[in-house]
């Protein structure tokens, strides 16, 4: 089955503790992203990607890292976290920048 | 600041009866995309709009583009408890790839 998938789903943690959300799809896109939902502002996109070890920043980077060394997976590393990256996470990926967007499941973080 | 405005933030109605929701901007868009996302899932994509006065349906829903590319409408006709959801608006402006979401609309249809 063609998806994307997350892992953790759910995640609680605590300041300073650093963390990595993994995405993975099975579609041979080129493109993968990042976005955050947070109630009243709707998705806003946190880190892309064009292709392998080709990433860039989206509208919200800060606090953020990516890494692209695999077609497939694109994990977002949370250095150091901190209580305001409480957020619903979502990857996303497509064939290239202009094409339909497939997303995955979410991964619910709090920092405590 | 938003680049796309939605309205109504909420909406609650009864079984049968219609809904419209508003996508709004000051900015021209190659095309507009609308997705409905259901609790602890994706957003998952309805239907892309790319030309002015366009009107697409899908089976109760019907989705139209400005005739300036600046905004969009989602309209759904008899809701039914199924199309409870948070429908979001999302635009590709004209010089850019990159999409831009709405805040959402949050749907709610009781039986």
């Known amino acids: 089955e063609a998806q994307v998938t997350q892992n953790p789903r759910y995640l609680i943690t605590v300041t300073g503790k650093k963390l990595t959300v993994t995405c993975s799809q099975n579609m041979n896109h080129e493109y993968m992203s990042w976005y955050r939902q947070d109630p009243g502002l709707g998705l806003r996109q946190i880190y892309y990607s064009m292709n392998v070890e080709v990433t860039d920043k989206g509208d919200v980077p800060e606090g953020y890292k990516v890494s692209r060394k695999e077609k497939r997976n694109f994990p977002l590393i949370l250095e150091s976290p901190s209580p305001n990256q409480t957020s619903l996470y979502f990857c996303?990926?497509?064939?290239?920048?202009?094409?339909?967007?497939?997303f995955g499941p979410g991964t619910r973080l709090l920092v405590l | 600041t938003q680049l796309l405005e939605q309205s109504p933030q909420f909406l609650s109605i009864q079984e049968g009866e219609n809904l419209t929701v508003y996508c709004n901007s000051s900015?021209?868009?190659?095309?507009l995309q609308w997705y409905r996302q259901e609790p602890g899932e994706g957003p998952v994509l309805l239907v892309t709009v790319v030309t002015g006065g366009e009107v697409k349906k899908l089976k109760r829903l019907t989705f139209q583009f400005g005739d300036a590319r600046k905004d969009s409408s989602l309209h759904i006709t008899a809701a039914q408890p199924g199309d409870t959801g948070l429908y979001l608006c999302?635009?590709?402006?004209?010089?850019?790839?990159?999409?831009?979401f709405g805040a959402g609309t949050t749907v709610t249809v009781r039986a």
């Open positions: 900015s021209v868009f190659s095309s």
């Open positions: 996303a990926s497509s064939l290239s920048a202009r094409e339909t967007q497939y």
């Open positions: 999302a635009g590709r402006p004209d010089n850019d790839y990159k999409l831009s």
